[in-house]
């Protein structure tokens, strides 16, 4: 069990921002950086999944906080890209685990960070929502030839991609890390994820230390869950063919392609747990839940609703040297 103190259940009633409350314990209280990765990764993974848990006891409502975060599509970075210069820099699939090691990182390699907080990914928690309605593109695959961006975007698909930098006031660094290896991830979650950060963190410090904006933005697409033991929710028996059926891999689905005795269940399952929930035309997974799938060796899931999934970090450093 978690062990939340009475100060912060106060805070959380009274405050008229409650998902800033959860951020800043999630931030401050949760993932506090240490010297060893890998027990921070494993350690802190089941604190997380037990405070979340707590707050859908005490605040069921939460989710819907969420949902309605998410539906206003990120202003915090739209307003930012509306400034007259930057480099953008983001990373896919990057967690406030990455986020709390990078901004330590940053500071000792020369970066002071101005701003650091969060916004709320979009529903479903994955790339493809976020890259249409902040970059205005399919896929990030397809800002190497968008007319909006081919000229200003360095697209970072894996280590030892060589962009050159691009002569323009706005710059977009977009980065397949961690993202791209989250299907690698071993049975040992802690240190596969600590190999996946020092990959994700060379490689943008790398490229950012080259750029010669004052100003950098640095946020993720969405984050993830894992499936590190007693950190994920199980749901019920007679629920699971639902989900197996209906979600097999995926935390949501098109809403249009929930097809006979199954939607019917949805709905009930929806509608009676709060276990599912509808966000325009998707029913998305809502909490940590996860069901077994016959052949499943994965071990990071995104998608759905949850904590870790859905608040993304925002940060804004410059260079010591400017």
Known sequence: MVNVPHTFISSLIESEMPLD?????????????????????????????????????????????????????????????????????????????????????????GFIIDEYTYEISHLPSETLSFTRDVLGVSAPSALRTSSAWRDRCIY?????????????????????????????VSSKIGDSLEDIYGKTSDVLIKYLKLMESEKIIITSDHGYCTKH????????????????????????????EIFGDMESKVKEVEE????????????????????????????????????????????VASKVDN
């Open 21 to 109: 409350v959860i951020w800043e314990y999630l931030q401050n209280k949760i993932w506090e950086p240490e010297t060893d990765i890998v027990s921070y990764f494993n350690k802190n993974e089941k604190k997380a999944s037990d405070f979340e848990r707590f707050i859908r006891d005490v605040y069921f409502e939460v989710y819907d906080e969420i949902v309605n975060e998410a539906m206003k599509g990120r202003p915090k970075l739209k307003e930012m890209m509306e400034q007259d210069a930057y480099t953008l820099a983001i990373c896919d699939g990057m967690s406030i685990r990455e986020a709390n090691l990078l901004v330590n990182e940053l500071e000792n390699n």
């Open 229 to 256: 033991p007693n950190a994920t929710w199980k749901v019920p028996a007679m629920e699971k063919e639902i989900y197996q059926e209906v979600f097999s891999l995926a935390r949501f689905k098109k809403r249009s």
């Open 156 to 184: 970072i698909e894996d280590l030892t991609t060589d962009y050159p930098i691009p002569s323009s006031d706005k710059v977009l660094l977009f980065s397949r890390f961690p993202d791209r290896e989250f299907d690698n």
């Open 272 to 315: 009676k747990t709060g276990r599912l929930k509808t966000v325009n035309e998707f029913v998305l997974t809502n909490g940590r839940y996860i069901w077994p799938v016959k052949g499943d060796q994965k071990k990071i899931y995104h998608g759905g609703i949850s904590f870790m999934e859905n608040f993304v970090p925002l940060i």
